[in-house]
């Protein structure tokens, strides 16, 4: 028998119990003992690989993501944007790729409700004939920060108390309080958007901008969007409390029924574009992640639609093993200078391979479905049958060649090192806006909600009036209802 004919998979599956060298085991519910009361033997192999392998079977989880459910289907284009892309998998109306995509909360701990008040991760991995494609993002179209050196120390203040493990509204109005940036992701988070009622009713953002490419390579920004064919649905507050109460799984329980029953959640997915040469043509700049592009200026282009028709098949291989990667780009595809995507397309793979280990992208559910070849060998988990004699390039004993040349960007890139703001910041006009455009009902509960916040014994008088003032920034009316209900003086 060919060894390397078969992988490990239920397909293979013995019809009787073994150890994990495939040694018969003939008594799996008794410890060998001295005696049929004596002291347990080390010797037991069997006993001491069974508690080795349990102690062992949850890996860390996600520092941020970690609650999440995944779900298996296609994406179809149904519009062209060749004359945009030279993306493989976007090459023509009609073309599928299989993908997978994880939706999750991202602050709590992996076993936490799904109702908590809290952004919900939207990642997307294309499994393209080019390679893995994967849009990680959420379903806020914004984020707290600019630039990520902020990034662990928002996410620290969004985590429970490490003293008491327990979340605080001051301590992320705090740290916030000195990003006035933030009050874009605030607008939604405490909005009614900020509890959707399960994964299928979620608008999905690659937040950052990207770049597309074409065959002559010419340079386009773009914004990813998804929107669910079934509309978006939210939570009010006191219905979070009892849905969480009664089953605090039960966004994976919605999503996995719907599959189970033929209901197939679709989104369709959407870009904005933008020429490069008009970058500075705006009040705000295009590559900051805590702005949107307003649609009445970029108007939405409809590229094509996403089915999720198959539940996962493990829960572990394909939730928790499942790793994505922002710097998981295509041909035709490329990064902006978005100083927050430019961290993470580090950060996403260092994370990646502390949590599951070097040899993560050779997991099944991580490891690309096309041909692949390159000299990363050997390491920890390495499960990839090798039998060549040449491990580098080149050489004339090796065929493989590299592949051909795809277009990069061309923009020029000059100045001087420094560490420092944006120059158009413009913090507080969206926010303004979007509290604008909701009716009055919506915008109470809002003030409602951030006043309840406001109001925790730790959130000083300082911290108080800095928060009045960028709102009334943003809205003179909603800084002098969010006073009223503060029982404090307008700053407007």
Same mark, same amino acid.
Request: hydrophobic share 35%; charged share 25%; proline share 8%.
């Given at each position: 028998? #060919?060894?390397?004919?078969?992988?490990?998979?239920?397909?293979?599956?013995?019809?009787?119990?073994?150890?994990?060298?495939?040694?018969?085991?003939?008594?799996?519910?008794?410890?060998?003992?001295?005696?049929?009361?004596?002291?347990?033997?080390?010797?037991?192999?069997? !006993?001491?690989?069974?508690?080795?392998?349990?102690? *062992?079977?949850?890996?860390?989880? *996600?520092?941020?993501?970690?609650?999440?459910?995944? $779900?298996?289907?296609?994406?179809?284009?149904?519009? #062209?944007?060749?004359? !945009?892309? @030279?993306?493989?998998?976007?090459? $023509?109306?009609?073309?599928?790729?299989?993908?997978?995509?994880?939706?999750?909360?991202?602050?709590? +701990?992996?076993?936490?409700?799904?109702?908590?008040? #809290?952004?919900?991760?939207?990642?997307?991995?294309?499994?393209?004939? +080019? &390679?893995?494609? #994967?849009?990680?993002?959420?379903?806020?179209?914004?984020?707290?920060?600019?630039?990520?050196?902020?990034?662990?120390?928002?996410?620290?203040?969004?985590?429970?108390?490490?003293?008491?493990?327990?979340?605080?509204?001051?301590?992320?109005?705090?740290?916030?309080?000195?990003?006035?940036?933030? @009050?874009?992701?605030?607008?939604?988070?405490?909005? =009614?958007?900020?509890?959707?009622?399960?994964?299928?009713?979620?608008?999905?953002?690659?937040?950052?901008?990207?770049?597309? !490419?074409?065959?002559? &390579?010419?340079?386009?920004?773009?914004?990813?969007?998804?929107?669910?064919? @079934?509309?978006?649905?939210?939570?009010?507050?006191?219905?979070?409390?009892?849905?969480? &109460?009664?089953?605090?799984?039960?966004?994976?329980?919605? !999503?996995?029924?719907?599959? $189970?029953?033929?209901?197939?959640?679709?989104?369709?997915?959407?870009?904005?574009?933008?020429?490069?040469?008009?970058?500075?043509?705006? =009040?705000?700049?295009?590559?900051?992640?805590?702005?949107?592009?307003?649609?009445?200026?970029?108007?939405?282009?409809?590229?094509? *639609?996403?089915?999720?028709?198959?539940?996962?098949?493990?829960?572990?291989?394909?939730?928790?093993?499942?790793?994505?990667?922002?710097?998981?780009?295509?041909?035709?595809?490329?990064?902006?200078?978005?100083?927050?995507?430019?961290?993470?397309?580090? $950060?996403?793979?260092?994370?990646?391979?502390?949590?599951?280990?070097?040899?993560?992208?050779?997991?099944?559910?991580?490891?690309?479905?096309?041909?692949?070849?390159?000299?990363?060998?050997?390491?920890?988990?390495?499960?990839?049958?090798?039998?060549?004699?040449?491990?580098?390039?080149?050489?004339?004993? =090796?065929?493989?060649?590299?592949?051909?040349?795809?277009?990069?960007?061309?923009?020029?890139?000059?100045?001087?090192?420094?560490?420092?703001?944006?120059?158009?910041?413009?913090?507080?006009?969206?926010?303004?806006?979007?509290?604008?455009?909701?009716? *009055?009902?919506?915008?109470?509960?809002?003030?409602?909600?951030?006043? =309840?916040?406001?109001?925790?014994?730790?959130?000083?008088?300082?911290?108080?009036?800095?928060?009045?003032?960028?709102?009334?920034? @943003?809205?003179?009316?909603?800084?002098?209802?969010?006073?009223?209900?503060? &029982?404090?003086?307008?700053?407007?």
């Amino acid at each position: 028998m #060919d060894p390397y004919k078969h992988r490990p998979s239920s397909a293979f599956n013995a019809p009787y119990v073994t150890t994990n060298q495939g040694i018969p085991v003939w008594n799996n519910t008794s410890s060998l003992t001295i005696g049929n009361r004596g002291p347990v033997l080390l010797e037991d192999y069997h !006993l001491i690989e069974k508690f080795a392998t349990f102690t *062992r079977e949850r890996i860390p989880e *996600r520092i941020v993501h970690a609650r999440g459910a995944s $779900a298996k289907g296609f994406f179809e284009v149904t519009h #062209d944007v060749s004359h !945009l892309t @030279c993306a493989d998998f976007l090459r $023509a109306p009609g073309v599928q790729t299989p993908v997978i995509v994880r939706f999750s909360t991202v602050i709590h +701990e992996r076993g936490s409700p799904e109702t908590i008040r #809290d952004p919900r991760g939207f990642a997307t991995k294309f499994y393209t004939r +080019e &390679g893995n494609f #994967d849009i990680v993002g959420n379903n806020i179209p914004v984020f707290f920060t600019r630039d990520a050196l902020q990034f662990p120390d928002v996410i620290r203040a969004f985590k429970p108390n490490p003293k008491t493990h327990i979340q605080e509204s001051w301590r992320y109005l705090d740290f916030c309080s000195h990003l006035p940036e933030s @009050c874009s992701t605030f607008m939604y988070f405490y909005d =009614d958007w900020g509890i959707p009622s399960d994964y299928r009713h979620i608008d999905g953002y690659g937040v950052h901008t990207f770049m597309f !490419l074409n065959k002559e &390579g010419r340079e386009t920004y773009v914004k990813f969007h998804w929107r669910p064919t @079934c509309g978006q649905k939210f939570m009010m507050d006191e219905e979070a409390v009892i849905v969480g &109460g009664t089953n605090h799984s039960h966004a994976t329980k919605d !999503l996995s029924d719907s599959i $189970a029953s033929g209901n197939y959640p679709e989104w369709r997915f959407y870009i904005q574009t933008m020429n490069p040469a008009d970058e500075n043509k705006f =009040d705000f700049d295009p590559l900051d992640d805590t702005k949107i592009w307003p649609e009445d200026l970029f108007p939405l282009q409809p590229v094509g *639609r996403m089915v999720l028709n198959k539940n996962i098949d493990n829960f572990f291989n394909e939730n928790e093993m499942l790793a994505f990667n922002p710097a998981a780009i295509v041909p035709g595809i490329y990064f902006t200078n978005d100083k927050m995507l430019q961290t993470r397309t580090f $950060a996403y793979a260092d994370t990646q391979r502390h949590r599951l280990g070097p040899n993560y992208l050779q997991l099944p559910v991580n490891a690309p479905k096309c041909p692949h070849h390159n000299n990363h060998r050997d390491g920890a988990m390495n499960m990839v049958h090798r039998d060549e004699e040449v491990d580098y390039f080149p050489s004339r004993f =090796d065929p493989v060649r590299p592949s051909e040349r795809v277009p990069m960007p061309r923009i020029v890139v000059n100045g001087i090192r420094e560490k420092t703001v944006i120059t158009k910041e413009n913090n507080f006009k969206q926010p303004g806006d979007l509290f604008r455009s909701w009716p *009055r009902d919506r915008q109470e509960r809002w003030i409602k909600r951030f006043a =309840d916040g406001l109001s925790d014994p730790r959130v000083t008088h300082e911290i108080k009036s800095v928060w009045l003032s960028y709102w009334s920034q @943003c809205d003179r009316g909603l800084g002098q209802r969010l006073a009223s209900r503060l &029982g404090m003086k307008s700053l407007m």
